[in-house]
């Protein structure tokens, strides 16, 4: 079961296996965490992530892609689309496969350690604290064989919503 930890951090300067990009169907890294990681990682990460598309068309929801680190401290970027928040849909679900799709990219890539931001918080419009709660319950729940999962949030107040959803379940 891996160890699951909240912080206070800039996702593009963890050294850990693999991050998460909170991403966009067509991979387009124009805003947000996407537009930091791409930044900090370099043209690879763009360029990679066109050929992904190219070869498989739009990430769909509970779909991971994953591309190169580039010049990050982790390996991989596993892209993942959470929901745009919406009444009348199902955003738990949608969201709980994002995450889930991310963490089995993780395994299967064999990384051992991954980090995740609040995945649809931000321009998605899901409810920060809400998804929280998914996401932290989600890593928490997940069986497989990664040894470090970090709820990473970039500022104070998305950060202390992720340790307290993470504390409640424990």
């Not at 598309?53 to 190169?68: D, E, L």
């Not at 991954?114 to 996401?135: H, Q, T």
Request: proline content about 5%; hydrophobic content about 50%.
């Amino acid at each position: 079961m891996a160890r699951v930890e909240a912080i206070k951090a800039d996702i593009t300067g963890l050294e850990v296996d693999a991050i998460v990009n909170a991403a966009n169907e067509q991979l387009h890294h124009g805003g947000g965490v996407a537009l930091a990681i791409s930044r900090a990682g370099g043209p690879s990460i763009d360029a990679e992530s066109a050929a992904w598309v190219r070869a498989n068309g739009p990430v769909r929801p509970g779909q991971a892609a994953v591309t190169g680190g580039g010049e990050l401290p982790a390996r991989w970027v596993i892209h993942v689309v959470g929901p745009r928040y919406r009444a009348g849909q199902d955003n738990e679900s949608l969201l709980r496969g994002a995450v889930v799709a991310a963490l089995d990219a993780a395994a299967d890539l064999g990384a051992e350690s991954v980090a995740l931001p609040a995945i649809s918080a931000g321009i998605f419009g899901y409810p920060r604290l809400e998804a929280a709660k998914v996401i932290a319950d989600s890593c928490v729940s997940w069986p497989g064989p990664l040894e470090e999962i970090l709820l990473v949030g970039y500022d104070e107040a998305t950060h202390d919503d992720l340790a307290s959803a993470l504390e409640a379940l424990r």
